[in-house]
């Protein structure tokens, strides 16, 4: 998948130019959601793993968009699912949704570090509170120049208003903005921003790409 960019002749090959990567945080910067919470969850909720994340995303993107809170999040679902858990097992069920998704990918986190001052980075993230509260003081947090959350900006991927939020703080046009992410969905969002995309499948694929297909300018940082 990719997006419009201006090109230029390197090496005799035509690469993109960029100023900024943007970077999604879960399944990218994070791994996939922890496995073993999951379960611990789905256990509290006494429904199998299959019938956990149809459950789970419905009311999410609310909850990304801090429109409820987690104890709503959780009422809800448990609601939509058709069961009945006391008030102890939903603290417990907000303490594991949010350490399921802290298993940093370090490869990915490597790779920044090793990119950071040579261009602009960005955290373009549907985040709660909950887990926002757990990474805002990561050591690996201050390597990104802008970072945009969901749960801040009360909208969510794949929403176009989130794409024009991260626009205006990066102050890059789209062009010359690649942005990455594991869901599909909100990569086509934000190619029709006229946002470039990579598709994140590992870190080694992800380096790959950029290093062989895109050029990088420098924006100096004021």
Not at 117 to 128: E, Q, V, Y
Request: hydrophobic content about 40%.
């Amino acid at each position: 998948m990719s997006g419009r960019c201006d090109v230029i002749l390197k090496w005799g090959i035509l690469m993109k130019n960029i100023k900024t990567i943007v970077y999604d945080y879960g399944g990218v910067i994070s791994k996939k959601q922890n496995k073993k919470l999951v379960y611990k969850m789905c256990n509290i909720l006494n429904i199998p793993e299959q019938q956990f994340f149809s459950f789970y995303g419905q009311e999410r993107k609310d909850y990304d968009s801090a429109l409820i809170d987690a104890k709503t999040y959780w009422m809800k679902t448990i609601k939509l699912i058709g069961g009945q858990i006391k008030s102890k097992d939903i603290d417990r069920l907000i303490e594991f949704d949010a350490k399921s998704w802290l298993d940093i990918n370090k490869e990915t986190i490597e790779y920044i570090k090793s990119i950071q001052g040579k261009i602009k980075l960005a955290l373009l993230s549907n985040m709660t509170f909950d887990v926002l509260e757990k990474i805002k003081t990561l050591y690996w947090i201050h390597y990104f120049d802008s970072k945009i959350f969901s749960c801040e900006e009360k909208v969510a991927k794949p929403d176009e208003k989130i794409y024009e939020v991260c626009l205006k703080k990066v102050k890059i046009e789209p062009q010359h903005i690649l942005f990455i992410d594991d869901s599909e969905v909100n990569l086509i969002a934000a190619q029709r921003m006229g946002i470039n995309i990579l598709k994140f499948t590992d870190c080694e694929n992800m380096k790959n790409i950029i290093e062989n297909e895109y050029v990088w300018e420098k924006i100096e940082r004021k």
